[in-house]
């Protein structure tokens, strides 16, 4: 089955302690992106990637970190989370980049900073 | 740079009744636009969208959206909803050459029996 998996799909954590979610497509899609939804604002992006070795930031990427050294996995690092990271976050895919393409979005994790 | 604005955030309708979700876009150049659906504790699927061509966009649940050029408007509208199109709509815009979609804020639809 063509889907976005993510891990974990709930997460607490305390202020500080590093983190690593992870996120994996297996529709072998050139593109992945990180988004944070939070009530009222909808979906902002946070990172995305065009292709392995290629990362860029979105409209809100502090506190966050990526990387793309496969082409299925796209990891979103919170090195020392804080509360206001405390958000539902999807991952996406996309055949490739450019604006027309369908996005293919994981399942969301929640995560919760104390 | 474009917006999106969804000016419903909540819409409250009885089953078989008609919906409309109102979507409204900012852009200084030509857009795609998309209807991406959140049912609960899932992620989003894609609903439709409008690239070019014909303006009237379906789906294969019954939803349509129609692309107003003049009035920047991409409304979601449906004839006759059911319980299980109970779920959070999202409007989305993107250009050419764009690396991310931009979200409206979302409309959470309520269908009561």
């Known amino acids: 089955e063509a889907q976005v998996t993510q891990n974990p799909r709930y997460l607490i954590t305390v202020t500080g302690k590093k983190l690593t979610v992870t996120c994996s497509q297996n529709m072998n899609h050139e593109y992945m992106s990180w988004y944070r939804q939070d009530p009222g604002l909808g979906l902002r992006q946070i990172y995305y990637s065009m292709n392995v070795e290629v990362t860029d930031k979105g409209d809100v990427p502090e506190g966050y970190k990526v990387s793309r050294k496969e082409k299925r996995n796209f990891p979103l690092i919170l090195e020392s989370p804080s509360p206001n990271q405390t958000s539902l976050y999807f991952c996406?895919?996309?055949?490739?980049?450019?604006?027309?393409?369908?996005?293919?979005f994981g399942p969301g994790t929640r995560l919760t900073v104390l | 740079a474009q917006s999106v604005t969804q000016l419903d955030s909540q819409v409250p309708v009885f089953e078989e009744a008609p919906v409309e979700l109102r979507c409204n876009y900012s852009s200084s150049v030509s857009v795609y636009l998309f209807w991406y659906v959140q049912y609960p504790n899932q992620g989003l699927q894609l609903l439709l969208k409008?690239?070019?061509?014909?303006?009237l966009v379906e789906s294969i649940n019954g939803f349509e959206a129609e692309f107003n050029k003049s009035q920047t408007s991409f409304h979601l509208r449906k004839p006759s909803v059911h319980i299980s199109d109970t779920a959070e709509y999202f409007c989305a815009v993107s250009i050419q050459g764009a690396q991310k979609l931009v979200f409206g804020q979302g409309t959470r639809l309520t269908i009561n029996p």
């Open positions: 409008y690239l070019s061509g014909s303006t």
């Open positions: 996406a895919s996309s055949l490739y980049g450019g604006g027309a393409n369908e996005q293919f």
